[in-house]
């Protein structure tokens, strides 16, 4: 009675990993409707990686009860479940078998506070550092500036004073592009910095985003780009580091998808819609399998290998730049939409509502009943 009513999951299993018995809150926690759904199924098919089993096994083997143990497991509809788990290995008599006796908790919702704090921490620190690179910047630029103008000025008196002198205009336009890249670099340090509302232009956002890109010379040169941005496009109040964070996630993860193919095609596109806008982003990369499409905005869910344990030069993954960008697009009422083909590509769509000036606080007080929308066609 106890075990049934029992709020944290409780089971038993064999050491070889089938379930002989659990609760219906131990069913729960493993996304099953109730326990004989578990009574007999492998533990390991609800393992993200068997190989974590294993080492549990050697330790319990080792030391006979294992407190706080903690596990990433896979629920029943493929979604991420942490858990802490205090088990024990019994031994009856020397004729039966011995099996694992444990209790278990959910802590999926702790493990993603963690994990925000973590990035949020990581956050600070780089807005920390963006802002001395931002003085530093003020300071180039200023240092940059002074006598770049000074240049400037003598090459169009040069135009003036000896119209006939060659490769003037071609002299002037890169010096007008060298004042324009060390604007540009001081209009982001400041952008990224602040975290107050104003209206954004996403065309400009978007632009000034993939120019920086370019800095990566892999992005710059091996893949082809276009950019197609609806002149019409209204503008939309917030903050600018969500925009330029949601989009540099998805951007990252095109760039990540073409790494081994042969067609790296890039496409962005804004478009104005009735009463919302949307971003397009495109890309010929290794696509997304139908079977993970309605797992990939979960919190750490990821197919890339974790830092550290790449091969060579293969993208690495945290598992948390979808998930952040829904989390970010949420107070804008953002709907997200995936479309993808295994071997082809991926387009991923996020529109988002437009609003007049008198309804704007509207996006403020509404935002928490709604959740950002997710549409993943098949
Ligand atoms: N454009 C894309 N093409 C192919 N797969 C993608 C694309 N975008 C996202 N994915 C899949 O979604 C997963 C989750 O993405 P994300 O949350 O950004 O985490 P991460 O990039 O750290 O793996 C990726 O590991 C990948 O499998
Ligand atoms: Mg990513």
């Not at 802590?107 to 931002?134: D, F, V, Y």
């Not at 806008?277 to 979960?298: S, W």
Request: with cysteine; net charge negative.
């Amino acid at each position: 009675m106890l075990f049934e009513r029992s709020v944290a999951g409780v089971f038993c299993s064999t050491v070889e990993g089938k379930f002989l018995d659990c609760n219906d809150a131990y069913a729960h926690i493993l996304g099953c409707s109730c326990r004989s759904e578990v009574i007999g199924a492998s533990v390991k098919d609800f393992f993200q990686d068997p190989g974590d089993r294993e080492v549990f096994i050697k330790r319990l083997e080792e030391q006979g009860s294992l407190t706080e143990y903690e596990f990433h497991l896979r629920r029943r509809d493929g979604t991420s479940v942490w858990i802490l788990e205090n088990a024990s290995l019994v031994s009856n008599d020397n004729d039966k078998p011995r099996t694992i006796q444990g209790t278990v908790i959910d802590i999926t919702e702790h493990k993603i506070e963690q994990a925000r704090e973590k990035e949020l921490q990581l956050e600070l620190m780089q807005q920390s550092k963006l802002a001395s690179i931002g003085l530093l910047a003020a300071g180039i630029a200023h240092n940059v500036n002074v006598p770049l103008q000074g240049i400037i000025t003598h090459i169009e008196l040069l135009k003036l004073t000896h119209s006939d002198l060659p490769y003037m205009d071609d002299m002037l336009e890169q010096a007008l592009r060298i004042s324009a890249i060390v604007n540009n670099m001081l209009f982001k340090s400041r952008q990224e910095q602040s975290q107050d509302e104003q209206e954004i232009d996403l065309n400009k956002l978007l632009t000034e985003e993939l120019e920086f890109l370019n800095a990566d010379l892999a992005f710059k040169h091996e893949i082809n780009k276009s950019y197609n941005f609806d002149p019409d496009l209204p503008t939309i109040r917030g903050v600018y580091s969500d925009f330029s964070q949601a989009f540099l996630n998805i951007v990252r993860n095109s760039i990540d998808a073409m790494h081994a193919s042969d067609k790296k095609w890039l496409s962005v596109r804004t478009s104005s819609l009735k009463s919302s806008m949307m971003i397009e982003v495109t890309d010929t990369g290794c696509g997304i399998n139908p079977e993970i499409r309605d797992r990939i905005f979960d919190p750490f869910f990821t197919t890339k290998p974790l830092a550290g344990q790449q091969r060579s030069d293969e993208p690495v993954g945290t598992g948390l730049g979808l998930s952040s960008a829904h989390q970010l697009m949420r107070k804008y009422r953002a709907r997200f939409e995936v479309q993808s083909e295994t071997e082809k590509g991926t387009t991923f769509r996020i529109y988002l509502p437009c609003y007049s000036a008198e309804t704007d606080s509207a996006i403020e007080t509404e935002a928490s009943e709604w959740d950002a929308e997710l549409e993943v066609p098949a």
